[in-house]
Structure formats: C-alpha cells, structure tokens
C-alpha cells in the first residue's frame, strides 16, 4: 500500500520531492523541537496520482482519516466539533517555492454551529466571527473560484457602513452580518451552499490545492522559473493558531538576514491581532521587529533564539513565517530565504567569514545568473534626476521606461518593442505576465515582503515599492504625485531598485561595480570584494577554459580582462561589409582568375591587420579564427533592388555595365534556401581563393607577431564540413599556404587546423572527421537548427509560444542546449572524435557556451572549454566550477 499521509514529525527537510518545500520545513522544525501547531503532509505522490487519474487514489480518505483522528486525539479536540472545534488550514506546497501560485484555506472546520463553540470556548464573540468570515472568503475564492473582488467589496460596504476604513473597527454585529452576506456570496456565485460539514471543506480543500497546479498561472511561472510541470504539490493540514485573537496576538514574516542588501541583523515585519497573509497585503502598516519588541518582549525573545538556531540548523539565511497567539509565540513556516544577486554574494562571503560554511560551499550559493545581474549598469551618480517619490528598495538594478498600469497593456507594448515599467497600487498574482516583461515594476504600497517585492526578487526583476508619495489610480490611468504633478500611461520614468527612488524621465546608466571591478578598477564596496572571493576560488576549481567569442581587437582585450583564456571564435563575415563590399562585388563578378586574384589582393592586407590586433590582444592564448561561414549573397545587394536599378538606367539610356554584371551573378547565385545552399567550406571549394586569402592574412598577421616578439597562437576553423573530404580539400591549401609563410619570413608558426561540427552528419561520422582535424568546436546554434529542422530566424516569433504552452519545450533550444537531442550529438562527436584521437582539443562556441545548464551539460561531457560572449566569460567561469562540484545549474 503507498502511504500517502505522513505525520509533521515522520519528516525532515532533505524530503522536499515527496512532503514539498513547506512540508519537508515544517517537519524539520517539529524535529527540532520548535513550537510548531501539530499537523500532517499529503503528499506529492498523492497529487501527481490525482492530476493522473482525474480523482484521489482510493487509499488517500481513509489515510487522512487516520491521520485526523491521532490529530484530534493529541489536541483534544474533533473537527467542526459544535463545542469545542478543532480547526485547521490547508496548505498548498510544492518542491520548489511558487509565491502567491496556490492559495491557503485558513481556519477549517468552522461552519454555523461551532462558531459558537469557538466564541463561547474563546470568550470572545468577535474572533469567532472573524475568523468565520475569513474562511467563507477564502473557501469561496480559492475551492469556488469566485472572484474574490466580491467579497472584498463586501468587506470595504462594511468598513464605509461603519465609517472607518480599518478592519478592526468592525465589531461582532458588524462581522455577523458580513457572514451572512458572504454566504450569500457563495449561494450567488457558486450556486451552492458553503459546506457546513468540516470534512467536505478539508476534502473540497485539498482537491482545490491539487487542482491549482494547473492554473495558467502556476504554469507561467514553471516555465518561468523552468520548475518540471510534473512534480506536483503536496498538502499540509495544520492545527490552527490565531493571530487574530486580539492585540496581544498577531502575525509576522521575517529573515534572518536583510534578503535585498545581504546585512547581517534580523529584518521583518510584525501586525497585531492579524491572521494569515494580513501581514503582507498592506492592510495596515506594520512594525517592525524593533517595535514588536516593545509589544512582546517575550516572543520576540524566543523569535530572535529560533532565527539564531535555524540559521545555524540551515547554514544559510531562512526566511520566516510566525504567530503570536495571545503571548505565545508559533513557527509557521522557515525556508532558505530568496534574497537579491548582491544579497546572495555578500552573504556567502559573511558566512565563510563566520565559518558557517566553506569555500566550494560558498561557490554552490551563488549563481551564474546572479552575477549576470550584478553586471546591469546603474543610473548614473552625477545625472540631473528629477525625483518623484522614494519608496523601498526591494529588488536592485536600474529600469526605464513607460508607465503602464496592467499586465495586458504590459504585454502589448512590450511586444511592439517598447519598454515598460509596471505601476499599481500592489500587485497580485494575476499581475505576473506583466512582471515578467516589465523592465521594472512600482506600486505605492507594500513593504520589502509584499507580493510585488517577493516575486520581482524571485525573477531577477527591479522593483520600487510601497512609494507612497505617489497616489496611483488603476481605473483612469494616472498617478497624482504628492507635492504636485502626475503622471499617465506612456510617461517615461526611472526606478532604482537599489535604493527605492523613483525619477522623472530617462535617467541615464552607468556600468556596475561589479562590472568595473572585472575591468580592472579598484573598486571599494563589499559586493566586489565578494565577488571576487568567488571568482577566486572558481577559477582554482574549474576543469573547463572560459573562451571568449570576439571579432574585434576591442571585444578580444575585453574578454581577456573578463578572464577569457582565448577566443573560441572569431567570425570574419563582418569584414567583409561595409566598404569592403565592393572588393566582394568585384570578386564575384570576375570573369577570370586574373580578375578574381586582384579582388583577393586587394583584401588581403585589410584581413590581416583584423587578425594581427586580435592575435595581439590575445598573445600567448590560442585564437580560433572561423573561415567566412554565411551565404555568399549576404554580401551582395538585394535582387530586387538592383534590378530595379538596373532597368531604371536602362530606360534612362544605360545601365553602368558592372550592375549588368552583377545582376546576373546575384541572379545566378539566388537560393531558394540560403542556410542550407552556398556556404561554409561549400563556399570555400567554390571559390578556392578565398579560404586561401584568408589563412594567408591569418598566418602573415601571426608572422608579424612573433617579428615583434608575440606569441601568436592562431587555430584556424572550417565551418560546416559534413564529410572528411571536404576538410581534406581545403586543408591542403591551407597547409601549403603555411608552408609558404614560414618559409618566405622564416618562422615557425603554432598553427592548428580544425573544424566546427555543426551538421548531424558530421557528429556521427566525427571519428573519420577527427582523421584530419586538429581540434573540434560544436556550433551548437546550427546544430540545433539543422537537428530540429527548422532556422531560429523564422520560428522563434512563429510558434515557439504554442510549444511553450503544449510543454515541447521548457526553454528555447537556441537559449539553453536541448541535452536529450542535440546534446546527445555532442556527446557521441565528442567520443567518436577522441576514438580516433584520444587528445583531441573540443570545445563549443554556441551561445550555449554562455549559458548555466548548458555549461553543467558540456562538463559532463567533458569538453575543453565552453566559448561566450565577453560578457558572460565570468558568468561561464563560475559556472564551470559549480559544474565541477555537481552543484545544480
Ligand atoms: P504561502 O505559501 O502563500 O506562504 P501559507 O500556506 O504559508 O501560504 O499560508 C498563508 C498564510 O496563512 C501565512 O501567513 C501562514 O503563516 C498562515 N497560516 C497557515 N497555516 C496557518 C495555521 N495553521 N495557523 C495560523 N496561520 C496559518
Ligand atoms: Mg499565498
Ligand atoms: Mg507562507
């Protein structure tokens, strides 16, 4: 029999996969001996069981059955009893946290009897009612789905009735008759009674929880956060504990450490006589734990030793969910805390310096990710700003862009390539599509725990809240700036996450710290020096080399600074443009070799000092350089236009006789298509002395160098080979060009001939390949198109959405690697190429290069090295070492 329901105290936090994040945390804190209201976990086998078969598994009532019943027996108390009930919630989680994604039924087991019991056995009328109410509105919207609209609506008519606008003016007449109008609610909406029987709302509950791993938007934010659409939720039923049981009671949310800047010191929030999410919807201000100190010095007392504990317990900063229930403090929920990229790297380095952990530990808590946002710039110090508001810095980095007000709105511009930053009161979880592609996102109310803040930390994503200066209205679009001015839909601002303020206009950005440290400058601010105790270590762990992918001499120096040990490619097509179009124009033309020849001759010396100022900048590093790649017509002008020309001048007397020319070669050389026609080494056996000319420019440059003391290491690269032949072909030339070379200036030159493999026929025939290639690079971009069959160009805007949302793919092949498909190809190249030479050199130049999982992939694979943009070569450096220590990507 699968057990499906496990006591709090059968669990431990390393069971994430089967009881959930906030399960697993929940029975490694009643281990623990922390005081945790007793309770149970259903778990994810139970969920993926339902989400299979459409219905619970058979065995799951009378487990939970048995599983109530040693509950009643330790608390003393039945569910729903009229007398004396218990209660308790039902709480959706996951393996991985997915705020504000599935919704929590507080206070089960009331109905309109043991409300009563509750307020007889309470002696206190007004808290029974309350906490009836909460119930009917969130059974009502989280296992009706009725908008919840409806019943804040009602909740506010009470407020206005009574003149007030804070909940706790309401009294228990006013909360009686609110209960009845929410039932009432439910009878209108769902056309349905609320259940007065306690063990239909448990079981109607827990359906609910199964069912909202399917909501769009869970789904969004899997995709998102590329969390497995498989895993399912678990659901922990927990005794209720009462923070709405009068002012010496309430709720709190706390870290352990400040989750956006990474100090040391405790940080929260605290809200008398509040239950449940009170805390953070901005319903009344909060204190903080400075001020609940003053409340309740005893609980604070036993909070600040839990936090000291768990953080000890966890080695890692925990955030926190607690209750005060009439002076007596209660653990609700702990779990390593989500924190901001800078966050994350100071407090790796704290707590090695504490000796909470140690050097590759400390390499497992930061990511690659992390450091890519560390590398944003920031709004320029010395810019004239015009400041609107200041409100909390929640989540760093620095947005501009157009104000909007929704999350469709959001979406549309975006779409139409315009940048926004999203404005609302506070956001909710029907706001998140717009969160995503907001550049920024700015609400007027809320503290550094509220949803806004949460998610946007999550995502990465900059975020303001809580301004209150600005006096936001949704309906028409506009936001009232205290102290005069406003602002619409469509007004550009500034946000700075960093430090809560929000500017009038475009203010303009500065690089990061972060970036200037990598660039060399001394930079004195505690995030670096972080940073640079990470890369440090990184860099003695990593078994990978970090390349870099540039074509300039520029692009070379500044990957090098970045820590790049060589370039893994260096494309030449974009020497080929610009004014040096014409010098193609005439080689194509030619009409004979003479013809061809003085074209050649005329690039070669301009080839040549391309490569010596990249050889330069990377002496003594190896250069792969790629032999011109893309479709011959790239260079030429478009048909159409110049036929257009060509028959203009006609009409008009005469046409200049070298377009008439040109028109028939751009005519002859027209593909139907072009990726898959005239390029790559195909080019370079149509026209043999292109190739030529190009190694020649490669090797004198590399001549040069060593006459001015260099050490050139060039590797030159043929693209798009798909059989041994081919690279045969060309290589010949090749190595007689550089015979030639070292002859006529009398050096040796270190040069390899290798080639990309980029064609599925040439990973499965990599061992004839390796025969005669001294080195391989896996373009995985063409792989991938050439492996799905269709050109990134094309497809990405024309149906990748729909294969997102059938689940085909979890992240765009062309962002990170698809393993199964085209990493498979790269694994079989890789060993069929060292078959044939154990020590062959390979690496990888695809944007994959830069890319985390990506990377973890090609270290299992055993690659050399991994090639990016300049950019990213730290992000690549660190997540190589992390590779190697098997942490996840
Ligand atoms: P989320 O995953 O959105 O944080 P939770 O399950 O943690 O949802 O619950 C929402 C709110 O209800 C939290 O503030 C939590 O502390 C509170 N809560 C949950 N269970 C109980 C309980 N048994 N007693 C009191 N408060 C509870
Ligand atoms: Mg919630
Ligand atoms: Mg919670």
């Known amino acids: 029999m699968t057990v499906y329901v496990y006591d709090f105290a059968q669990g431990n936090k390393d069971q994430k996969d089967l009881l959930g994040g906030k399960g697993a945390n929940l029975a490694e804190m009643t281990n623990l001996g922390l005081p945790v209201p007793p309770g149970f976990t259903i778990s994810t086998d139970a969920c993926r069981a339902y989400l299979a078969a459409g219905t619970e598994p058979s065995e799951l009532a009378e487990q939970v059955s048995a599983r109530l019943s040693a509950l009643e027996e330790t608390m003393g108390r039945r569910l729903g009893d009229a007398a004396d009930p218990l209660l308790v919630s039902v709480r959706s989680g996951a393996k991985f946290s997915m705020p504000g994604m599935m919704e929590t039924v507080l206070n089960i087991g009331l109905n309109d009897e043991s409300v009563h019991g509750l307020a007889r056995l309470s002696g206190d009328e007004r808290f029974a009612l309350d906490s009836y109410r909460r119930l009917l509105a969130m059974f009502g919207s989280t296992v009706l789905h009725i908008d919840s609209e409806h019943f804040s609506r009602a909740l506010d008519a009470a407020k206005s ?26 009878r209108d909406q769902a056309g349905r009674e609320f259940p007065q029987d306690a063990r239909e709302q448990l079981d109607l509950s827990v359906r609910a929880v199964f069912n909202s791993w399917n909501t769009d938007r869970a ?294 710290d972060v970036v200037r440290y990598f660039e060399g400058e001394d930079v004195d601010a505690d995030v670096v020096l972080a940073v640079d105790e990470v890369m440090t270590h990184a860099d003695s762990r990593r078994r990978m080399k970090v390349r870099a992918n540039a074509d300039t001499a520029e692009d070379a120096a500044r990957a090098r600074r970045f820590g790049a040990e060589g370039i893994g490619l260096c494309r030449t097509e974009h020497m080929f443009l610009g004014d040096r179009r014409e010098l193609v124009e005439h080689l194509i033309v030619a009409e004979d070799s003479a013809g061809q020849e003085a074209a050649l001759d005329a690039l070669l010396p301009l080839q040549r000092a391309d490569f010596a100022g990249i050889l330069e900048a990377m002496d003594g590093l190896p250069v792969t350089i790629r032999l011109i790649d893309p479709p011959l017509h790239e260079f030429l002008p478009d048909y159409t236009e110049l036929s257009v020309k060509v028959a203009l001048a006609e009409a008009a007397g005469g046409a200049d006789p070298h377009d008439v020319r040109l028109l028939d070669h751009v005519r002859r050389l027209h593909e ?206 660190l997540e190589a070492a992390r590779a190697v220590l098997g942490t996840d990507a």
């Open 161 to 186: 009735a009574r003149g007030t606008t804070a909940d706790l003016d309401l009294d228990a007449d006013d909360l009686r008759a609110l209960v009845e109008t929410f039932k009432q609610i439910i």
């Open 672 to 877: 139907q298509n072009p990726m898959l026609g005239l390029r790559g080494v195909r080019l370079g056996i149509q026209i043999p002395g292109l190739f030529v000319m190009q190694a020649r420019a490669i090797l004198e440059a590399a001549a040069d160098r060593i006459e001015a003391g260099g050490t050139p290491l060039p590797e030159i690269m043929v693209p798009l080979v798909a059989s041994v032949r081919e690279l045969d072909v060309v290589k010949r030339d090749i190595l007689a060009v550089a015979e030639e070379v070292q002859a006529a200036r009398g050096v040796e030159i270190d040069v390899k001939v290798g080639t990309m493999i980029e064609l599925p026929r040439a990973a499965f025939l990599a061992d004839r390949i390796a025969a005669s290639a001294e080195f391989f690079s896996f373009g995985t971009n063409d792989l991938t198109q050439m492996a799905w069959g269709f050109s990134r160009d094309d497809v990405e805007a024309a149906f990748f959405s729909k294969y997102f949302e059938h689940g085909i793919f979890d992240v765009s092949p062309f962002e990170s690697l698809d393993q199964r498909g085209v990493g498979g190809m790269v694994e079989m190249g890789t060993q069929k190429g060292r078959a044939t030479k154990p020590d062959l050199k390979v690496g990888v130049c695809g944007e994959h290069g830069g890319d985390p999982a990506s990377i973890h992939f090609f270290e299992t694979v055993g690659l050399d090295y991994v090639s990016c943009s300049p950019f990213r070569v730290p992000v690549a450096r």
């Open 219 to 512: 789904r969004l934010y899997r995709r998102r956060e590329r969390i497995p659409e498989d895993l399912g939720t678990a659901v922990n039923v927990q005794t209720m504990v009462f923070g709405n049981f009068g002012m010496d009671s309430g709720s709190g949310v706390a870290f352990t450490r400040d989750p956006a800047s990474g100090n040391q010191g405790v940080y929260g929030d605290y809200l008398q006589n509040a239950q449940g999410e009170d805390v953070v919807a901005g319903i009344r201000n909060t204190v903080s734990l400075a001020d609940f100190e003053k409340l309740d010095k005893t609980s604070y007392d036993d909070l600040i030793a839990i936090m000291a504990q768990l953080e000890r317990h966890y080695r890692d900063m925990c955030d926190i969910e607690f209750t005060v229930e009439r002076g007596k403090l209660w653990m609700l929920q702990t779990r390593v805390g989500k924190r901001t990229p800078g966050a994350a790297f100071r407090i790796s380095r704290h707590m090695r310096d504490e000796g909470l952990i140690e050097a590759d530990e400390q390499l497992s808590r930061v990511t690659g990710s992390q450091l890519a946002s560390l590398m944003f710039p920031r709004f320029d110090a010395s810019a004239d700003k015009v400041l609107l508001a200041t409100g909390m810095n929640a989540s760093p980095g620095a947005a501009v862009g157009k104000v909007v007000f929704d999350s469709p709105t959001a979406v549309a511009w975006v779409e139409r390539g315009e940048d926004v930053i999203l404005v609302r009161k506070e956001t909710n979880p029907s706001d998140l599509a717009g969160m995503v592609v907001a550049q920024g996102i700015l609400t007027s109310r809320g503290g550094k725990t509220s949803h806004a803040a949460v998610v946007a930390r999550g995502m990465g994503r900059t975020c303001v809240c809580g301004a209150e200066a600005l006096d936001v209205d949704v309906e028409a679009k506009v936001v009232k700036v205290r102290g005069g001015g406003e602002l619409r839909e469509g007004d550009v601002i500034s946000i700075d996450g960093a430090t809560g303020e929000v500017f009038a206009g475009a203010v303009p950005v500065s690089p990061s």
